[in-house]
């Protein structure tokens, strides 16, 4: 066996492995009960999700699912293998697998995979842009428990972050420019990231000055007023306080500001999916038109462009 033979493994969040509410259900089960998403009283908890959340969530993200569902399935699925089949072609030497925090492919079987290849050296790339422990967290989370029950470790390269990385800026600007050049320049270029509660901010998470790096670049990056580029959160879960603007709220008080025209982007998505197709694209879309807007663009995730494999390609490189 080679001493020293290295392996990339992606891992992305994870998806339901069809879009109905039995899937949905399992899928929102494991991504819940994970205390890096969730930090209640496990007991406590438990109790909400199985009582009420599964029970009345799983039905509606099913259907919400359903109206984003690609031919060859789930879109966050979809990309990402693109996104792995692109990177192993530009890395030809190098095993490439592919693991999902919560479903499948499951990262113990993306682990297996490049163990069987003989990997002494993982290049661990959890596709997260910006660090949140909720995210990137659940991933070393998940990696040290598969590892726990092994009698040899491999070497590990765990990539925590790249919000800052001049490629991925340069990728997000190139992104930005083409929907400008197709759709005009807009009132405001809208900058929306998960959002993660600000509870989690407070006690150490550094994910909000990640993002505010990334968007304090990408002004600075453009050739388009600064002051026209809005940083905003979505995707709010439960009753506490989230970082906030909310994107929602922004997009419904916009245009009686004046502003009738937007471009959107996601730049902590590496891969479009239900929060970038359904709720930004369509559902912030209703929002802004209905509050008065006149014109509406979502810009795509980098997905598998060319830019971004070179930009996983130098992160593992």
């Given amino acids: 066996m080679n001493q020293h033979k290295r392996g990339v493994l992606l891992v992305n969040l994870g998806t339901p492995d069809a879009p109905d509410t039995a899937a949905v259900k399992r899928y929102l089960k494991q991504f819940l009960s994970d205390p890096r998403v969730v930090d209640m009283s496990p007991l406590l908890w438990q109790c909400i999700?199985?009582?009420v959340v599964l029970p009345f969530r799983s039905p509606r993200v099913a259907k919400l699912y359903q109206s984003v569902w690609m031919d060859e399935g789930s879109p966050l699925l979809v990309y990402s293998r693109r996104q792995q089949a692109a990177l192993a072609k530009a890395l030809p030497d190098t095993p490439v697998e592919l693991g999902m925090s919560y479903g499948?492919?499951?990262l113990e079987s993306a682990v297996d995979a490049l163990l069987a290849q003989g990997?002494?050296?993982f290049d661990v790339l959890p596709l997260y842009p910006q660090y949140s422990c909720s995210t990137t967290g659940a991933v070393f989370d998940g990696l040290a428990g598969i590892f726990k029950r092994r009698r040899t470790l491999p070497s590990l390269n765990f990539i925590r972050s790249y919000a800052t990385h001049p490629l991925?800026?340069?990728a997000l600007a190139q992104s930005a420019e083409a929907a400008f050049a197709e759709h005009g320049e807009p009132d405001r270029l809208i900058l929306s990231y998960h959002g993660i509660p600000v509870r989690y901010a407070t006690t150490g998470d550094i994910y909000p000055a990640e993002c505010e790096?990334?968007?304090?670049l990408l002004r600075e990056r453009l050739n388009f007023p600064a002051e026209h580029i809005m940083h905003t959160y979505q995707s709010r879960f439960g009753r506490e306080p989230w970082l906030a603007p909310y994107t929602d709220k922004t997009m419904q008080s916009l245009p009686g500001e004046g502003i009738k025209s937007v471009q959107v982007m996601c730049p902590g998505f590496s891969a479009d999916c239900l929060e970038t197709l359904e709720e930004i694209k369509e559902q912030n879309k209703m929002f802004f038109?209905?509050?008065g807007g006149?014109?509406?663009?979502y810009i795509e995730s980098l997905n598998d462009k060319d830019i971004h494999i070179k930009l996983l390609s130098a992160l593992v490189g």
């Fill in 289 to 291: 038109l209905t509050a």
């Fill in 168 to 170: 991925y800026i340069e």
């Fill in 49 to 51: 999700l199985r009582g």
């Fill in 294 to 297: 006149d014109e509406y663009h």
């Fill in 104 to 106: 499948s492919p499951s």
């Fill in 213 to 216: 790096a990334t968007t304090a």
């Fill in 119 to 121: 990997v002494t050296h």
